[in-house]
C-alpha cells in the first residue's frame, strides 16, 4: 500500500463529513500506515487464475442478429438435467477465460479469473456453452446507442428491436442458435426479450438463483434468468441453476422444488386446476396487446381455469420505488467498482481492479445513456441524502403486500408483459424519460417485490410477437411454471 499525504487526509475527512478542525493529520497518517500493514495482510490470499479457454469473435454469417459478442465451446460431461442443451451466457455473467465485457468498451480487456456459480452449475448437469451473449452497456437497455459493439436485431423482423438488456439472449433463442440462454432481470431484462421476440422468459423468486460472478445492476432488483423456446428447458435450466451458494448469503435457506417434473406431460386439461387472478393495473397499454393477452386469458377459462378480477393495492408506488432504488443502487455499485457494501456475498477483486482503472484512464469510453443513469443515482445520493432510496423500501413493502393480497385465492396473476410490441430500432426508443415508466410499469414491480414471474408467447400484433405474464407467490416457482407449461400446452393444441 502507498503513502499518504496530509492533503490525503483532509479529503478523506471531508468525505466523511468531518470538522476539518478536529483533525490531527500527522497523528492520522500515522494511524493509517499502521492499519494498512494490518490490512496488507490480505495480499498474501492466493488469487485464481483463469484456466485456458479458447473463443473466438463470432461469425457474422452465422449470427446474422447479432446475439453473440464472444463465442466458445465448453463442455463438461454428457449427464445432468441439460445434458445435449446448447447455452448462451449473458456478458454479465462470468465465464473464467472468456471476456466479459457487460456490453461496454470500457471492459473490452476484462478476463474473469473464476466462472460464476450459475455458469459451474450449467457445466456440471450437461450443458454446451457456446458462447457471451449481445447485451446493453452495463445492462441499461432500450436504446441503440447502449448496444456499443453489435446492434442485436429482432428475428422476427430484422428494422425491430430484440428487447433489452438480454437482447442477444432472446435472439440466440429465437433464431435457435441454442436452446437455453441465461439472461439478466432487474425490471423486465428477460420478460422484455422474451416478449418481442416471442419466447420464454422466466424470472425466479428472488434469492432462489446465486449471483455469485454476476456483475449487478441493483441488488434488490437483480435476478439471473433464463429464455428458451419450451417451458420444459426454462424449467431444466432452472433446476441446474437454483439452490443455495455459500458464496451469496441472498441464497441462504433457498429451497429447491421439482420444476421439470411440474412441466413434463402436462396437457391443457390440467387448466381446470388453475384460478388466475387479473389485475387491471397491468392493462391500459398498446390496445392491441391488451386484447391479444385478454384473449389469451379467455382461452384459459374456456380451457377449464376460473378466472378472476383482482386489484393490486399501492400499485401506483411499485416504478417510483423501482427507479429510486435502483439508479441508487447501480451508482453506487459502479461508483465502489463493483464491490458490494450491502450484501454479504464475495466480491471479484479482479473486476474492482478492471472497474478502478477503466473510470480512471478511459471515462470518455461510457456510453451517454450509461452516463446520464449513473449522473442521476448520485443526484438522488448528494441531493436528498438518500431520502428517497429510504422511501422507496417503504413503498416496496407496501407494493410488495399489494401483490400478497392479489395473490390471496389465486394462483397466479397475468396480464401482458410488455405493454407494446417490439418498436422499430429507427424512431420509437421505447426508454425515452417520458415512456420508461410505462415501458416497465409491468415487469419492474415484480423485481421490486421479489416474486417470480415467466413471459409466454400469446399471439400476434401487426406481425410481432406479444408476450403473456404470469406473476406467482413469492417461492412458488414450480407454480409459475407449471401455470406456464399449461399455457403452452393449450396454444399447442389450436
Given at each position: 500500500?502507498?503513502?499518504?499525504?496530509?492533503?490525503?487526509?483532509?479529503?478523506?475527512?471531508?468525505?466523511?463529513?468531518?470538522?476539518?478542525?478536529?483533525?490531527?493529520?500527522?497523528?492520522?497518517?500515522?494511524?493509517?500506515?499502521?492499519?494498512?500493514?494490518?490490512?496488507s495482510k490480505l495480499d498474501e490470499l492466493?488469487?485464481?487464475?483463469?484456466?485456458?479457454?479458447?473463443?473466438?469473435?463470432?461469425?457474422?454469417?452465422?449470427?446474422?442478429?447479432?446475439?453473440?459478442?464472444?463465442?466458445?465451446?465448453?463442455?463438461?460431461?454428457?449427464?445432468?438435467?441439460?445434458?445435449?442443451?446448447?447455452?448462451?451466457?449473458?456478458?454479465?455473467?462470468?465465464?473464467?477465460?472468456?471476456?466479459?465485457?457487460?456490453?461496454?468498451?470500457?471492459?473490452?480487456?476484462?478476463?474473469?479469473?473464476?466462472?460464476?456459480?450459475?455458469?459451474?452449475?450449467?457445466?456440471?448437469?450437461?450443458?454446451?456453452?457456446?458462447?457471451?451473449?449481445?447485451?446493453?452497456?452495463?445492462?441499461?437497455?432500450?436504446?441503440?446507442?447502449?448496444?456499443?459493439?453489435?446492434?442485436?436485431?429482432?428475428?422476427?423482423?430484422?428494422?425491430?428491436?430484440?428487447?433489452?438488456?438480454?437482447?442477444?439472449?432472446?435472439?440466440?433463442?429465437?433464431?435457435?442458435?441454442?436452446?437455453?440462454?441465461?439472461?439478466?432481470?432487474?425490471?423486465?431484462?428477460?420478460?422484455?426479450?422474451?416478449?418481442?421476440?416471442?419466447?420464454?422468459?422466466?424470472?425466479?423468486?428472488?434469492?432462489?438463483?446465486?449471483?455469485?460472478?454476476?456483475?449487478?445492476?441493483?441488488?434488490?432488483?437483480?435476478?439471473?434468468?433464463?429464455?428458451?423456446?419450451?417451458?420444459?428447458?426454462?424449467?431444466?435450466?432452472?433446476?441446474?441453476?437454483?439452490?443455495?451458494?455459500?458464496?451469496?448469503?441472498?441464497?441462504?435457506?433457498?429451497?429447491?422444488?421439482?420444476?421439470?417434473?411440474?412441466?413434463?406431460?402436462?396437457?391443457?386439461?390440467?387448466?381446470?386446476?388453475?384460478?388466475?387472478?387479473?389485475?387491471?393495473?397491468?392493462?391500459?397499454?398498446?390496445?392491441?396487446?391488451?386484447?391479444?393477452?385478454?384473449?389469451?386469458?379467455?382461452?384459459?377459462?374456456?380451457?377449464?381455469?376460473?378466472?378472476?378480477?383482482?386489484?393490486?393495492?399501492?400499485?401506483?408506488?411499485?416504478?417510483?420505488?423501482?427507479?429510486?432504488?435502483?439508479?441508487?443502487?447501480?451508482?453506487?455499485?459502479?461508483?465502489?467498482?463493483?464491490?458490494?457494501?450491502?450484501?454479504?456475498?464475495?466480491?471479484?477483486?479482479?473486476?474492482?481492479?478492471?472497474?478502478?482503472?477503466?473510470?480512471?484512464?478511459?471515462?470518455?469510453?461510457?456510453?451517454?445513456?450509461?452516463?446520464?443513469?449513473?449522473i442521476y443515482g448520485h443526484h438522488l445520493?448528494?441531493?436528498?441524502?438518500?431520502?428517497?432510496?429510504?422511501?422507496?423500501?417503504?413503498?416496496?413493502?407496501?407494493?410488495?403486500?399489494?401483490?400478497?393480497?392479489?395473490?390471496?385465492?389465486?394462483?397466479?396473476?397475468?396480464?401482458?408483459?410488455?405493454?407494446?410490441?417490439?418498436?422499430?430500432?429507427?424512431?420509437?426508443?421505447?426508454?425515452?424519460?417520458?415512456?420508461?415508466?410505462?415501458?416497465?410499469?409491468?415487469?419492474?414491480?415484480?423485481?421490486?417485490?421479489?416474486?417470480?414471474?415467466?413471459?409466454?408467447?400469446?399471439?400476434?400484433?401487426?406481425?410481432?410477437?406479444?408476450?403473456?405474464?404470469?406473476?406467482?407467490?413469492?417461492?412458488?416457482?414450480?407454480?409459475?411454471?407449471?401455470?406456464?407449461?399449461?399455457?403452452?400446452?393449450?396454444?399447442?393444441?389450436?
Amino acid at each position: 500500500m502507498s503513502g499518504i499525504e496530509p492533503e490525503d487526509v483532509r479529503k478523506y475527512a471531508k468525505r466523511a463529513r468531518l470538522d476539518q478542525s478536529r483533525i490531527d493529520r500527522d497523528d492520522q497518517i500515522t494511524a493509517i500506515e499502521a492499519q494498512d500493514d494490518l490490512v496488507s495482510k490480505l495480499d498474501e490470499l492466493d488469487s485464481p487464475s483463469a484456466p485456458d479457454r479458447e473463443y473466438w469473435d463470432p461469425d457474422e454469417t452465422e449470427d446474422p442478429y447479432a446475439a453473440f459478442l464472444t463465442r466458445c465451446d465448453l463442455h463438461r460431461t454428457d449427464d445432468g438435467v441439460l445434458a445435449g442443451r446448447t447455452v448462451a451466457v449473458k456478458d454479465n455473467i462470468a465465464v473464467a477465460g472468456v471476456p466479459m465485457t457487460c456490453g461496454s468498451p470500457l471492459l473490452t480487456d476484462h478476463v474473469p479469473d473464476e466462472d460464476a456459480t450459475v455458469v459451474e452449475r450449467l457445466l456440471d448437469t450437461g450443458g454446451r456453452i457456446v458462447g457471451k451473449a449481445n447485451m446493453d452497456e452495463f445492462a441499461l437497455g432500450g436504446d441503440a446507442d447502449a448496444m456499443r459493439f453489435r446492434l442485436a436485431r429482432n428475428p422476427n423482423d430484422p428494422d425491430h428491436q430484440p428487447g433489452g438488456s438480454s437482447a442477444g439472449s432472446g435472439v440466440a433463442v429465437a433464431n435457435d442458435q441454442v436452446d437455453v440462454a441465461l439472461g439478466t432481470d432487474t425490471g423486465g431484462s428477460v420478460r422484455f426479450p422474451a416478449s418481442f421476440c416471442g419466447v420464454v422468459g422466466f424470472k425466479p423468486s428472488r434469492g432462489l438463483v446465486p449471483l455469485t460472478g454476476f456483475v449487478q445492476f441493483s441488488k434488490l432488483n437483480d435476478e439471473i434468468g433464463v429464455l428458451s423456446n419450451a417451458v420444459e428447458d426454462a424449467a431444466r435450466a432452472l433446476a441446474a441453476m437454483a439452490g443455495p451458494d455459500s458464496r451469496d448469503d441472498a441464497t441462504r435457506g433457498a429451497t429447491t422444488g421439482a420444476y421439470v417434473d411440474a412441466v413434463r406431460d402436462v396437457d391443457g386439461a390440467a387448466a381446470g386446476d388453475l384460478t388466475v387472478g387479473v389485475p387491471d393495473e397491468l392493462f391500459g397499454g398498446d390496445p392491441a396487446v391488451d386484447e391479444t393477452v385478454r384473449h389469451a386469458i379467455d382461452e384459459l377459462a374456456g380451457a377449464g381455469a376460473t378466472v378472476r378480477e383482482v386489484s393490486i393495492r399501492h400499485f401506483a408506488y411499485a416504478i417510483p420505488a423501482w427507479w429510486a432504488i435502483a439508479m441508487t443502487e447501480v451508482a453506487a455499485y459502479v461508483a465502489s467498482n463493483g464491490v458490494n457494501y450491502w450484501q454479504r456475498s464475495e466480491s471479484s477483486t479482479e473486476l474492482a481492479v478492471a472497474m478502478a482503472e477503466a473510470f480512471e484512464e478511459r471515462p470518455g469510453e461510457l456510453g451517454e445513456y450509461t452516463a446520464d443513469v449513473l449522473i442521476y443515482g448520485h443526484h438522488l445520493m448528494e441531493q436528498y441524502g438518500n431520502e428517497y432510496y429510504a422511501r422507496a423500501q417503504r413503498a416496496r413493502e407496501l407494493v410488495t403486500d399489494g401483490v400478497d393480497t392479489a395473490l390471496d385465492g389465486v394462483d397466479v396473476l397475468a396480464g401482458p408483459t410488455t405493454p407494446m410490441v417490439a418498436p422499430a430500432w429507427d424512431g420509437e426508443n421505447y426508454l425515452e424519460d417520458d415512456t420508461l415508466d410505462e415501458a416497465v410499469r409491468t415487469t419492474g414491480p415484480f423485481n421490486l417485490t421479489g416474486h417470480p414471474a415467466v413471459s409466454v408467447p400469446c399471439g400476434e400484433s401487426d406481425g410481432l410477437p406479444v408476450g403473456l405474464q404470469f406473476v406467482g407467490a413469492r417461492d412458488d416457482d414450480v407454480g409459475v411454471l407449471r401455470t406456464a407449461a399449461i399455457w403452452e400446452a393449450i396454444r399447442e393444441s389450436t
